[in-house]
C-alpha cells in the first residue's frame, strides 16, 4: 500500500519549542503522533528571509536565484516544477491549504491565454498543486468588500 504524504510547513515554529523535540514542558501531542510516525528533519536550512520565496524553494527544490522569486509577492515562473507536479505524475492527490504564497504569473497567464479560473489555470495559481478553496488571502479582492480591503 502506497504511503500517504503529509507535508507541514508553519511560519515562527521553532522546533525547540515541540516535545518531540525535548521542550521540557511544552506538550504538543499531536505532532509528537505525527512525529513518531514519519519523518523528522533535524537538520535543515531556510532559503530566505521571507515566507514566500523559502516555500517556493521547499516546493521547487531549488535555489531563489533559480526559481527566482525573491519577494512575497513574486510568482514561480510558468512551467516550474514543483513537489506538486511531480506528485501528480505519479497520481497522488496534492493539495495546499493555509498560507501558501503561491500566486500565478499573471503575464504569462495573459501572453498563453490560459484563463486563471480554469482548472490548468487555477493549478498554476496553486504552485502547481490541485485547486482547493481557502481563505489565506489569495484572491482578497474576490473575498473582502472594497470598502474593507
Not at 515554529?13 to 513518531?36: K, M, Q, V, W
Not at 532559503?47 to 526559481?67: D, K, V, W
Not at 510558468?78 to 504569473?105: C, F, H, M, P, W
Amino acid at each position: 500500500m502506497r504511503k500517504n504524504i503529509l507535508f507541514i510547513m508553519c511560519d515562527q515554529l521553532r522546533a525547540d519549542y515541540l516535545s518531540c523535540y525535548g521542550h521540557p514542558f511544552l506538550e504538543t501531542p499531536n505532532i509528537d503522533r505525527l512525529a513518531e510516525r514519519g519523518v523528522r528533519f533535524s537538520n535543515a536550512c531556510c532559503q530566505a528571509p521571507l515566507c514566500g520565496p523559502s516555500r517556493a524553494s521547499f516546493y521547487t527544490g531549488r535555489y531563489l536565484s533559480s526559481h527566482g522569486a525573491m519577494a512575497n509577492a513574486d510568482p514561480l515562473k510558468l512551467g516550474e516544477l514543483s513537489l506538486g507536479d511531480y506528485l501528480q505524475k505519479i497520481n497522488y492527490r496534492t493539495v495546499l491549504v493555509g498560507k501558501s504564497e503561491a500566486r500565478a504569473n499573471q503575464d504569462a497567464l495573459a501572453r498563453l491565454q490560459i484563463d486563471q479560473r480554469s482548472n490548468l489555470g487555477q493549478r498554476l495559481a496553486q504552485g502547481g498543486f490541485e485547486h482547493y478553496e481557502h481563505f489565506a488571502g489569495i484572491y482578497p479582492d474576490e473575498i473582502v468588500p472594497d470598502d474593507l480591503a
